[in-house]
């Protein structure tokens, strides 16, 4: 197959337009959260550095506060993505909770795991 039949079907399978979506929502989630860590929580660990400006630290002529305010804000994100997306979908996601397992054996020939129905192995084809 040729590169551009290649694209257009890479195009037609949907991914491209889901991907979109989920930069564009991410985009707009990573605003609202960054929001909320420079309004809420910045305030609150410059309370508690006694300097109070700690973004402007240096130590040299590296920007140490910087890094460290991208770090914060980096485990915040991380923090917030956790709580809504894996715990908070999570808890939706039907669980299959019965316990159903089928009874099964082992082949003697080729140890693989049939049912125990079975009169021949589907993996080797042996009598069972």
């Not at 195009?11 to 564009?24: E, F, I, M, P, R």
């Not at 089928?102 to 140890?111: I, V």
Request: net charge positive; glycine share 10%.
């Amino acid at each position: 197959m040729s590169i551009s039949s290649d694209f257009k079907e890479f195009l037609s399978k949907g991914n491209v337009l889901d991907l979109a979506v989920a930069v564009v929502i991410g985009g707009a989630f990573g605003k609202i959260v960054t929001a909320l860590v420079e309004g809420i929580i910045m305030p609150l660990v410059g309370l508690a550095v006694p300097s109070g400006d700690w973004r402007a630290l240096m130590a040299g002529p590296f920007k140490v506060g910087l890094v460290l305010g991208a770090s914060v804000d980096f485990i915040c994100i991380a923090l917030v993505v956790f709580l809504v997306f894996v715990k908070g979908f999570g808890a939706f996601k039907k669980k299959d909770d019965s316990g159903y397992k089928p009874d099964t054996k082992t082949c003697p020939a080729c140890m693989e795991t049939v049912l125990k129905a079975a009169t021949r192995c589907k993996h080797c084809s042996s009598t069972l």
